[in-house]
């Protein structure tokens, strides 16, 4: 009798199981894998942005600390927003002060000066400002200063803006026929140029006479309106950046199209203000332009999340400064 022996071995129905079970083992170990590889990536690119914002805090903190007059003559705090601020600093230690701008680019700022002039005996003059804004508006100001016949205390300009009376430049402190600006005052003008579009008057009083020649002979006012303002762009991610901006000419500059900007951080995600303003005593400054006149103090405030829709949540980074030239004793 002969007898057959069975061959060992896999039926096709065996073998299609086995890739089957095989593939869900090694699709389940390669998700796994590109799982974990995406969290680490994700945890480092995070920990970089940490790192970033927090040596960009330590730069802030260092420059704000030696804000100084500009070399123009600029008082040491330009623009004091929640999220932008703007001060003179020689931040590279050239002997040359820089005009330096740290702000969140969801945060727009501009800034226009225009002159006027007056020939008559308590005359006045006026500028318009027009197509301002790009986004929301968040706050304007208006420095004005004025040139002429202004040594007296009944010699003074009224200042309006769109009809609204905001003060009185000189009266006292000022010159007849400087040939410089003086009697610099700054008023908030936020209500004014909501609509992007605001008008000024300098409205001297009848004892300005017109025997002023810086320029322009006979003149009895001149008026500076130097108008800046801050807005909310919601149409673009939020970047902190800085701009620098070196002065050039004699006298010295600082001119806009010159300005160096650099990344901060791309991951910032401030709801609320970056910059804070504290007054001699700590009280928290909220208004204009105390913060431009009154700040001595300032906490510097980040929320970094590379994507706020991911675990882990947002890193908070938070320090304090004291601005050595401005401070009192």
Partial sequence: MIYFKRQEGFTLVETLVMIFVFALIMGATAEFILMSYRAYSYSMQQAIAVNEARKGIETMIREIREAKNGDDGSYPIEEAGDKEFVFYADIDKDGATERVRYFLNTTNSGSQTQDCVTFSD???????????????????????????????????????????????????????????????????????????????????????????????????????????????????????KKGVIDPVGDPPQYLPDQERISIISSYVRNAPPIFRYYDAQGNLIEDYPSRLIDTKMMSLYLVVDVDPNRSPPPVELESSVQLRNLKTE
């Fill in 122 to 240: 308590g005359g006045s003059c006026s500028v318009s400002f027009n197509n301002l804004l790009s986004g929301t508006l968040q706050s304007a100001q208006v420095s004005v200063s004025v040139e002429g016949d202004f040594g007296w205390s009944l010699e003074y300009a009224d200042i309006y803006a769109d009809g609204v009376y905001l003060g009185r430049v000189c009266g006292t402190g000022c010159s007849d026929c400087a040939g410089t600006w003086q009697g610099n005052a700054v008023f908030d003008v936020t209500d004014q140029v909501l609509d992007g579009d605001v008008q000024f008057i300098a409205d001297a009083s009848s004892r300005v006479n017109d025997i002023c020649d810086w320029e322009e002979s006979n003149h009895s006012m001149k008026a500076r309106f130097e108008l800046t303002w801050t807005e909310n762009l919601s149409s673009v991610s939020p970047i902190f």
